[in-house]
């Protein structure tokens, strides 16, 4: 299946459990993986007879105001955003504005984060 789709079976088997398992979108699929684009995952599931109908119905669990990722807290949904944010408090009191499913990326992602912008520079 790899060569026709651009993708590698490995590849293939991370974007299937991406989708399924934790319910990414096709452009977030995109990034973690870091080749291809929205269509191109898409191609990908389609050519592998994946969705998410079809594989038990699970329901995505939604971001919410108090749920905790490591040391962040997701504090309240911005609705004037384009994009999903929430306002989040770290455990040293810093409040700053996040993109909650960069909470959720794997641990050795670049774009993964883990704490406040404050934390993080004093980090380096």
């Known amino acids: 299946m790899g060569s026709k789709s651009g993708f590698k079976e490995t590849e293939v088997q991370e974007i299937k459990r ?16 870091g080749r291809g684009s929205e269509t191109s995952v898409k191609n990908a ?8 109908s079809s594989e038990g119905g699970k329901s995505l669990e939604k971001f919410k105001p108090g749920q905790k ?5 997701l504090i309240k949904k911005l609705v004037k955003s384009k994009k999903l944010k929430y306002h989040a408090a770290c455990d040293c009191g810093y409040e700053f504005d996040v993109e909650p499913y ?10 993964k984060v883990t704490t406040c912008p404050r934390c993080k520079a004093r980090h380096k």
């Open 18 to 33: 991406l989708y399924l398992e934790e319910g990414r979108s096709y452009a977030q699929i995109a990034r973690i993986i």
């Open 102 to 111: 960069l909470l959720t990326l794997s641990n050795d992602h670049k774009n």
């Open 69 to 73: 990722f490591g040391q962040i807290t």
């Open 45 to 52: 599931l389609t050519k592998a007879k994946v969705n998410r």
